[in-house]
């Protein structure tokens, strides 16, 4: 202890006063990442805070991060080994473990087997396309139930089951019906989840937390209970794959991972139980991600109805009535891609990365950072940086456009949601895919409206994800096409 002090305090970092025993906690209030994006105004790019005993690294700004994530990456690329983190995908999880050769080849295995099930040829293209465009058409359907049996509806529920749905139909070949009790069941905790990760969650930072009763302990107790359950329902569904296991036909996602990992050499000493934590990882990073983003979405259509419009109009002509949009056509929907930038830009619904460790001593900016040092990573101060973007408070598609109206490249793609280095989202294509085809479906099918007896507000809830509060739609018809004859 006295070593690692002694370390901090010769390198001492700049960063606000940190009180006794709780740190900078009390000055993080309801959203950290605008308190972290003030508080680089005062201290610069690279501060640092204490929450409870732990000393963090806050990492904001556009060029700082690049540098810090693209020019150290392998610094960078670590993982605190927070209590929490222990209970994801019962302790073999690709995203909650630190960096390492084992964890090297259990991430590549992953991104391979993504590869494979999404984007290899133009079979499995094909095949996860019309997973989704399924999952898209139940929306519109059951988003049209709800209408005309509530007329205002949160669509929140409907969207987590067809993210869900999605990658369960990757991973176990079956997708499981909006009223499936034990699928319900496991989706409805999913909030709980995204809170106790999210960066400035203190039940690993301040141990002392779990010794009386109090929210946060509730809060850890729910946590561990729905990483258990849904571990549970994972390795299920594996252990069921292994028993009906084919070398010669692998049928989705499990198959695969049980062929490479179960069968892994001792020398990368991946196990059985590697497999089923790659599945679940995959399951749990697709579902509240996409989901998330879908809601935003929703919410940005009713909220702007005149870029709804505008969506609309060139879905209409560059389709037509007489089928359904399809990822083909993205080049043409240069509005909707733009729209979908601007939401994650805006949003930035993931507003600090999962947290990172340092698997080293790093200097960035003349400043040290011992080893093992919890780094968080405002991918708001990103997306909201003044040096980069014009008015970034305003929401406004367009500044991803360019004269001709083609979408400016260069521009979308320093939009920061999916992180960057080694620790950068390995779902971020299959993601892609999923929200452009099922948002231009349901803005192909379906006009949306807001509750006008509602006041609409952009406020939302911190946590790993950020999440629109409470608020309701309704979805009218705009002329089948799915239902013709
Ligand atoms: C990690 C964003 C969808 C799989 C991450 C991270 C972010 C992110 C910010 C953390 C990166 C870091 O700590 O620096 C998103 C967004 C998504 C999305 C915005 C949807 C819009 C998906 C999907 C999958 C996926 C669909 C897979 C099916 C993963 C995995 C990791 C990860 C496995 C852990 C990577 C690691 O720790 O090395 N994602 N993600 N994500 N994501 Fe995604």
Redesign the pocket.
């Known amino acids: 202890l006295w070593v690692r002090n002694h370390t901090w305090k010769k390198n001492k970092l700049p960063g606000p006063f940190a009180w006794p025993i709780v740190g900078n906690a009390m000055q993080l209030g309801q959203m950290p990442h605008i308190t972290f994006a003030n508080l680089a105004k005062r201290y610069g790019s690279v501060y640092q805070i204490k929450l409870g005993s732990t000393y963090i690294v806050v990492l904001n700004g556009d060029s700082l991060i690049r540098k810090a994530?693209l020019k150290h990456s392998v610094e960078f690329a670590g993982?605190p080994n927070f209590v929490s983190f222990q209970s994801v995908s019962g302790g073999t999880s690709?995203?909650?473990r630190s960096y390492s050769t084992q964890w090297k080849a259990h991430?590549k295995i992953?991104q391979a087997t993504?590869h494979a099930f999404s984007n290899a040829n133009s079979k499995t293209k094909k095949s996860f396309e019309k997973h989704i465009a399924d999952e898209a058409e139940e929306l519109v359907e059951s988003f049209i139930r709800k209408s005309s049996s509530h007329q205002y509806f949160n669509p929140s529920h409907e969207l987590t089951v067809a993210a869900a749905n999605i990658?369960c139909a990757l991973c176990f070949g079956k997708r499981y019906g909006h009223e499936d009790q034990e699928f319900r069941m496991l989706l409805g905790n999913v909030n709980r989840f995204s809170e106790v990760v999210g960066a400035g969650s203190l039940v690993d930072v301040m141990p002392w937390l779990q010794s009386f009763p109090n929210p946060m302990r509730t809060a850890f107790q729910s946590f561990k209970e729905l990483n258990r359950d849904f571990f549970t329902f994972v390795k299920e569904k594996v252990m069921e794959h292994r028993q009906s296991y084919d070398p010669e036909v692998t049928r989705d996602m499990s198959d695969a991972f049980i062929g490479v990992i179960d069968q892994a050499d001792k020398e990368t000493g991946l196990t059985e139980a590697h497999t089923e934590g790659a599945v679940s990882?995959?399951?749990g990073?697709?579902l509240d991600?996409?989901s998330t983003?879908l809601n935003w979405m929703l919410l940005l259509l009713v909220k702007y109805p005149s870029i709804q419009r505008k969506l609309q109009e060139q879905i209409d002509k560059v389709v037509g009535r007489e089928r359904l949009p399809s990822v083909e056509d993205k080049a043409d929907l240069a509005v909707l891609e733009a729209f979908i930038y601007e939401t994650?830009r805006f949003t930035s619904?993931?507003p600090v990365?999962?947290p990172?460790s340092t698997t080293s001593d790093v200097s960035i900016e003349g400043l040290n950072i011992p080893k093992d040092t919890v780094v968080f990573?405002n991918?708001w101060s990103v997306n909201h940086d003044p040096e980069k973007w014009l008015d970034p408070h305003i929401f406004n598609p367009w500044r991803f456009l360019d004269e001709n109206g083609a979408l400016d490249k260069d521009l979308s793609n320093s939009v920061m949601?999916?992180?960057i280095?080694?620790?950068?989202?390995?779902?971020?294509q299959?993601?892609?895919v999923?929200?452009f085809v099922i948002l231009a479906i349901l803005i192909h099918q379906l006009a949306f409206e807001k509750d006008s007896s509602q006041e609409l507000t952009l406020d939302c809830s911190y946590g790993l994800t950020l999440k629109p509060f409470d608020y309701k739609i309704s979805a009218k018809p705009r002329g089948s096409v799915l239902n013709s004859p």
């Open positions: 994530l993982r690709i995203t909650f991430r992953a993504i990658i990882d995959l399951i990073a697709g991600t996409v983003a994650m619904f993931i990365t999962i990172h990573i991918q949601i999916f992180s280095g080694r620790r950068r989202c390995i779902g971020d299959i993601a892609k999923e929200v």
